[in-house]
């Protein structure tokens, strides 16, 4: 565990907590848009998607950059990352994206797409229960390990290759089959080295 921290848990209003809640705000109209179902908005959603995806990058930059990092601002972040991914996620699913490797993956696409979910899932629910213990005693969140740092963009990778229906079948299935191993290693990794938001 890490040493404890006496740092406040609040969200500043500055730039990089700014550009996360434009993620939020892109996440919802990705969702829409993809809802609509038509060519055209699956497209945009898909570019959306990587533009929003890009801000998960730039917001952190900036945090460093300008020294405006802050538990608030980080837990704010890991929280706008899953509402950018678990509903688009969904709605791929819910709207046959993933159809194409329906051959190349049994019970397409849910060993990827649960794992992913369930990852999600839980990283929220790390947050609230961290916040929620935390109203008594102080101590830190859990940083992501490496492998947790790269796998965002592993759950990433064949949603956008999903909806911008990019390349060969066989390149989506190959990015989906490789999200899995990384779910895997980063549950792992991190509830070894944070499991102890959910048990102390």
Known sequence: MNKPSEQKIKLAFNVPNTITAVRVVMAIIIVRLLYIGG????????????????????????????????????????????ILFMPTLIMAV??????????????????????????????????????????SRVFDFPTPTGVAKVNF???????????????????LAVMMYIAIVSTVLTFYSYLKKGSYVFTD
């Open 39 to 82: 060519e055209t908005e699956i497209f945009t959603a898909g570019i959306l998607l990587i533009i929003a995806a890009l801000t998960d990058w730039l917001d952190g930059f900036l945090a460093r950059k300008l020294g405006q990092s802050s538990p608030g601002g980080s837990l704010f972040d890991l929280v706008a990352d899953e």
């Open 94 to 135: 819910a709207t046959g994206l993933f159809s194409r490797t329906d051959a190349l993956m049994p019970f397409n696409p849910y060993p990827y797409a649960v794992p992913a979910l369930a990852g999600g899932v839980m990283v929220i629910a790390g947050v609230v229960i961290y916040l929620w213990k935390r109203r």
């Open 153 to 171: 963009w592993f759950w990433l990778t064949p949603l956008i290759i999903a909806v911008l229906d990019i390349g060969p079948d066989i390149l």
